[in-house]
């Protein structure tokens, strides 16, 4: 993928990681066929080492995992009313109205009426839950090769847990788009890119560093930040599920890479903080809604800078790495290799998340709590 001493346009394919010009040129298409074929070499480890427990951390997750299983049809009130354009309209009054703090003089969104917002708003969110659903089929294919690629037998066991939490989260994303909001959309070119190099890559380690610390670890933040704004009670539920689910799989991530990464030595570590910086900017490309604009009439070049340029789109994209940094952190990641990692996220501005609490300290203090109760906040 890349060697050492790699420049910024040979990671991401653009010099300036805010060259909109170049991110918004890459649009995504779904195959007619329905299918997306990614290949992939990589070794199928059978262990014969079974002693269960010789890497108890891990150990304690399976069992934590066992106790922790939910059913996406019978423990989540699908019965629940969604009204999709009264959720839009509520949340932007509880947010100070649409197009708050964003100054959209001069743009094509500038006459836009309430009804086109209401209709933006509707959009953004089948867009947002459409991509959820994809990255959820990325995490059961990463895990299923986990169970194959790991050599660790209790490494196999709880990632075996964690292909049935995914299969879980496809289904009940999938079925949340279905029955309570108004429409799909296809995968968000800059989420494939990134799900297919790190399902293409042939070393462990790397499907670990992908898909449990980079995409679940955001996928944690922005499930919580959802979880916090929205106002259906369905959506709430499920999220606060999932979450639960989501911040077990990133301590698997933490704890077996901690172990692993010990045996590496400095180049081969600045190859893992070259991945996790491609996979950051990749998902802050994914977090444009490019295709929403689309379907609105909406050039995305017209209106994208615009919006990138408002504080409060800073603050929230920040967020959304606020489990990234400190696992990254806890890992070493983040100053091996003359702190190159560390420049790269202050380049990307969020390094101020390094000192947060990492996940496996927030997934210890929540499995205390009862099941049902359970929240990543
Ligand atoms: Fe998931
Ligand atoms: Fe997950």
């Known amino acids: 993928m890349t060697t050492e001493m790699s420049s910024t346009e040979d990671i991401i394919g653009r010099a300036e990681i805010d060259d909109f010009e170049t991110i918004l040129s890459v649009v995504g298409t779904e195959e007619p066929d329905g299918r997306h074929v990614v290949h992939s070499d990589y070794d199928s480890i059978f262990t014969w080492d079974y002693e269960k427990g ?16 939910w059913n996406g049809e019978t423990d989540l009130p699908w019965e629940t009313e969604v009204d999709q ?37 509707v959009e953004s969110q089948n867009w947002t839950l459409s991509q959820f659903l994809h990255g959820e089929q990325g995490a059961l294919i990463c ?35 279905d029955e309570k909001l108004s429409g799909h959309y296809a995968i968000n070119a800059h989420l ?13 380690d790397m499907t670990y560093l992908g898909m449990q610390i980079m995409v679940e670890g955001l996928a944690l933040a922005a499930f919580g930040l959802m979880h916090a704004m929205t106002a259906d009670p369905l959506l709430k539920q499920l999220l606060r599920y ?21 045996e590496l030595n400095a180049a081969e570590l600045r190859e893992r903080q070259e991945f996790a910086f491609e996979a950051a900017v990749r998902m802050r490309d994914r977090f444009l809604q490019q295709e929403v604009w689309d379907r609105m009439g ?15 789109r800073g603050e929230f994209q920040a967020l959304l790495f606020s489990k990234i940094v400190p696992n990254c952190k806890k890992l070493g990641l983040l100053d091996a290799a003359d702190g190159w990692l560390r420049t790269k996220f202050t380049e990307l501005g969020v390094i101020e998340f390094e000192s947060w609490v990492d ?11 009862p099941p049902k109760d359970r929240i990543a906040s």
Do not use: C
């Not at 292909?163 to 999938?174: K, L, N, P, S, T």
């Not at 909406?298 to 409060?312: F, G, L, R, S, T």
């Open 54 to 69: 010789a890497r108890p951390k891990l150990n304690k997750l399976y069992e934590k995992a066992k106790g922790a299983q």
């Open 298 to 312: 909406i050039d995305p070049k017209a209106i994208v800078p615009v919006v990138q340029q408002a504080p409060e």
């Open 359 to 369: 996940t496996t300290e927030e997934y210890d203090a929540m499995a205390s709590v």
């Open 143 to 177: 895990t299923a090769k986990i169970v194959e690629s790991v050599p660790w037998i209790d490494a196999k066991y709880y990632a075996a847990t964690q292909v049935m939490d995914e299969a879980r989260h496809v289904e009940v994303f999938g079925k949340y788009l």
């Open 242 to 262: 999932v979450m639960a689910d989501e911040a077990r799989h990133v301590a698997f991530g933490v704890l077996s890479l901690q172990e692993y990464y010990q």
């Open 85 to 121: 354009e009264k959720m839009v309209k509520d949340q932007a009054e509880a947010t100070g109205g649409f197009g708050a703090g964003f100054d959209l003089s001069g743009t094509p969104v500038e006459k836009w009426s309430e009804k086109e917002w209401v209709q933006f708003g």
């Open 192 to 204: 494939r890119m990134l799900l297919d190099d790190i399902i293409a890559d042939s070393r462990w």
